[in-house]
T-cell receptor, first 111, second 118 residues
Framework: GDSVTQMEGPVTLSEEAFLTINCTYTATGYPSLFWYVQYPGEGLQLLLKATKADDKGSNKGFEATYRKETTSFHLEKGSVQVSDSAVYFCALTQGAQKLVFGQGTRLTINP | GAGVSQSPSNKVTEKGKDVELRCDPI?????LYWYRQSLGQGLEFLIYFQGNSAPDKSGLPSDRFSAERTGGSVSTLTIQRTQQEDSAVYLC????????????????FGPGTRLTVT
């Protein structure tokens, strides 16, 4: 079945550092790819998405590019802030079906 | 507009009791999903509704778990004879499915119900 693998955390960075969280997937067909974020004490929020190869999703300074050749959807941000501290989940879905999530990566940004 | 709402926000129950968890999706959203988030298992899919029917219930862990959706809106997840391993945060999400569109369905999540079985 479909699966998503994220880089293991936790990840700790200093403010203004460059962030990469790796995500690779295994899927039949052409899934849509998502990054969700869960801030402390809050629910899951959609951060960004991409629906086809070479699409770039972006939001709040975060970016991820759908790479079909490497089956990847790595999350990047050029300069992180303390407020970016959260758990990040990579996920895929086929059409309107269930989301398949990675295991989540806890990110802590120190001032 | 209003987002996905879930009730109760917290539920503590004794082992062996039945519990009902409620989800109110975003108005007009035809698809509704239940997931479970626990420390050991991450985010797991439970069941998916399109309208009032459930084309995918493959994630329900046992026959103690059931769910229904009425009027294409509110859904209830019922856990019978609760066990300690049922302790988790139960998340509901909804999505707007459009005829002829095959990709990019965004799911919007509620705040969850934290279930603790003692």
């Amino acid at each position: 079945g479909d699966s998503v693998t994220q880089m293991e955390g936790p990840v700790t960075l200093s403010e203004e550092a460059f962030l990469t969280i790796n995500c690779t997937y295994t899927a039949t067909g052409y899934p849509s790819l998502f990054w969700y974020v869960q801030y402390p004490g809050e629910g899951l929020q959609l951060l960004l998405k991409a629906t086809k190869a070479d699409d770039k999703g972006s939001n709040k300074g975060f970016e991820a590019t759908y790479r079909k050749e490497t089956t990847s959807f790595h999350l990047e941000k050029g300069s992180v802030q303390v407020s970016d501290s959260a758990v990040y989940f990579c996920a895929l879905t086929q059409g309107a079906q269930k989301l398949v999530f990675g295991q989540g990566t806890r990110l802590t940004i120190n001032p | 507009g209003a987002g996905v709402s879930q009730s109760p926000s917290n539920k503590v129950t004794e082992k062996g009791k039945d519990v009902e968890l409620r989800c109110d999706p975003i108005s007009g959203h035809t698809a509704l999903y239940w997931y479970r988030q626990s420390l050991g298992q991450g985010l797991e899919f439970l069941i998916y509704f399109q309208g009032n029917s459930a084309p995918d219930k493959s994630g329900l862990p046992s026959d103690r778990f059931s769910a229904e959706r009425t009027g294409g809106s509110v859904s209830t997840l019922t856990i019978q004879r609760t066990q300690q391993e049922d302790s988790a945060v139960y998340l509901c999400a909804s999505s707007l499915r459009l005829a002829g569109r095959r990709f990019g369905y965004e799911q919007y999540f509620g705040p969850g119900t934290r279930l603790t079985v003692t």
